[in-house]
Nanobody, 116 residues
């Protein structure tokens, strides 16, 4: 069974940095895209960034210029480098993987808290 393992969340002061990782295990089919979503209390889950096979990336306007998504294809591992963090970035961050038959997989979530 596919398993997504996230790490790297935590508590940081505003202006600080964190790096999230997501490793996908036991993928039976090739990955089409990997992405990070986040959900703050009382809000809907939203796309933060994703990276498509071939390397193209998409970012939410709120994180452009501050966050960078990257992937190591051999390891099926994705990273999210988050710089210049703001209190409004506080949320649970979820890893998402889409395979070539459009099966969607989610990680368990990792908490990111940015204090002002």
């Amino acid at each position: 069974q596919v398993q997504l393992v996230e790490s790297g969340g935590g508590l940081v002061h505003a202006g600080g940095s964190l790096r999230l990782s997501c490793a996908a295990y036991r993928m039976r089919l090739s990955i089409v895209s990997m992405g990070w979503y986040r959900q703050a209390p009382g809000k809907q889950r939203e796309l933060v960034a994703n990276i498509i096979t071939g390397g193209s990336t998409n970012y939410a306007d709120s994180v452009k210029g501050r966050f960078t998504i990257s992937k190591e294809n051999v390891k099926n591992t994705m990273y999210l480098q988050m710089n210049s963090l703001k209190p409004e970035d506080t949320a649970v961050y979820y890893c998402n993987v889409l395979d070539r038959v459009s099966s969607n997989y989610w990680g368990q979530g990792t908490q990111v808290t940015v204090s002002s």
